[in-house]
């Protein structure tokens, strides 16, 4: 056996250290902040164009019934309703991830400048 012994621990104080402070969120950056704007708009300009989709079918389906032999449209209006079930995941996918960023990035604004709302 060895003579050598470990060091003694050191004694424990009660209570939370000297040098305890809440934990906090890492700053948010300027390029986080310009995705976070690229994904909303992204998801605005494809909600446009679903809105859009879904007026023009509804055009397409009226002129179909008219008559007239175009019946064709009432199937263009068919394949559009397809597009816009396609794209609500999409719009989904890109739009909720803008949006907690958008609210992490006003939530940092809001603590940086102690509510004012402005950016950091």
Known sequence: MSDQQPAPYPARTPGAPQAYVAPQAPAVSAGYRRWANILVWVAAVIA???????????????????????GALGYLAIFIWFGIVAAI????AVGIPGLVMKLRVRRQAQAFDGGAGARP
Request: proline residues 4%; hydrophobic residues 65%; charged residues 5%.
């Open 48 to 70: 446009a164009l679903v809105v859009v989709g879904f007026v023009a079918s509804f055009v397409l389906l009226a002129q179909a019934d008219a008559g007239g032999g175009s």
């Open 89 to 92: 995941p999409v719009l989904l």
